[in-house]
């Protein structure tokens, strides 16, 4: 079955510098990545997602990057503001827009703070 | 804008003793997923729904846990009975099918003593 690697586990960067978050997965046949932020005691809400027929996808101050040879996929958020403060998760599915969502298999977190 | 519902929100149990946790999707949402997200983990799923049927309940420990959605609607996690180490956050979540983004209910946050 799918696996997710996440690293790093923490992350500490001053508010303005920019953030990376990586993922490795193991499953090729893996088509669609999603990352969540969950706030604490709050429920995880997607930021951004991307597809494996994607190689980039940006919103705003966050984007994804996916190589799909090497099987991994990154989260960069720039201009860090302290509201970034959050754990990250990321996953991958075998999804299909007719079957719909598959099961997500997430990686184990990033508690990323952002220090004023 | 329509969110996943779930009660309680905090359950607190000794071990042996049943649990029932319940889950109410946006409406409209043919799939719903139960994970358990243990502290400082990321979420694994525990069994999928497509309607009433179950499409995945691989990772469910069936000796104890117990999952339904008889109407295809909202539905109800069992745990009977509790053990220590199911102490965790039980999330639901719910996605429209041919929609792979899911979204997710604020947690019952379960703690056997």
């Known amino acids: 079955g799918e696996n997710v690697e996440q690293h790093p586990s923490t992350l500490s960067v001053q508010e303005g510098d920019s953030a990376v978050i990586k993922c490795t997965y193991s499953?090729?046949?893996?088509?669609?990545f999603p990352w969540y932020k969950q706030e604490l005691g709050k429920r995880p809400q997607l930021i951004i997602d991307?597809?494996?027929?994607?190689g980039e996808k940006k919103d705003q101050r966050i984007a994804v990057t996916l190589n799909k040879t090497a099987k991994h996929f990154s989260l960069h958020i720039t201009e860090t503001q302290p509201e970034d403060s959050a754990v990250y998760f990321c996953a991958a599915s075998l999804g299909t827009l007719i079957q719909g969502a598959q099961k997500l298999v997430f990686g184990q977190g990033t508690r990323l703070t952002i220090n004023p | 804008e329509a969110e996943v519902a779930q009660s309680p929100r905090y359950k607190i149990t000794e071990k042996s003793q049943a649990v029932a946790f319940w889950c109410d999707p946006i409406?409209?949402?043919?799939?719903l997923y139960w994970y358990r997200q243990i502290l400082g983990q990321g979420p694994e799923l525990l069994v999928q729904f497509q309607d009433e049927s179950v499409v995945d309940d691989s990772q469910l420990p069936k000796d104890r846990f117990s999952a339904e959605r008889l109407k295809g609607v909202d539905s109800t996690l069992k745990i009977q009975p509790a053990e220590l180490g199911d102490s965790a956050m039980y999330l639901c979540?719910?996605?429209?099918?041919?929609?792979?983004?899911?979204?997710f209910g604020p947690g019952t946050r379960l703690t056997v003593l």
């Open positions: 499953d090729s046949a893996s088509n669609y």
């Open positions: 409406s409209g949402h043919a799939t």
């Open positions: 991307i597809r494996s027929n994607v």
């Open positions: 979540a719910s996605s429209q099918e041919g929609n792979n983004e899911q979204f």
